[in-house]
């Protein structure tokens, strides 16, 4: 029997990991009080950590995806 990958941090084992990111919008405050959203949005992602520790296992889909398919 094939078992699935362990956080190297703290062990436990691992069906997905799990990605943060953060979003960013601009709005504009007009002279009148009212706010309008910016056409600039971007998104900022952290890389792939672990669900119970957060430790980061990698750092972009392709070694994430390399990393859950491993076995031991």
Do not use: H, W
């Amino acid at each position: 029997m094939q078992d699935g990958p362990k956080c190297p941090n703290c062990g436990r084992p691992l069906s997905y990991l799990k990605r943060t990111c953060t979003e960013s919008t601009e709005y504009e405050l007009s002279v009148d009080g009212c706010y309008e959203k910016a056409e600039n949005d971007s998104e900022d992602c952290s890389g792939f950590v672990c669900p119970y520790c957060g430790y980061l296992i990698a750092y972009d889909e392709t070694e994430a995806i390399e990393f859950l398919r491993q076995s031991k």
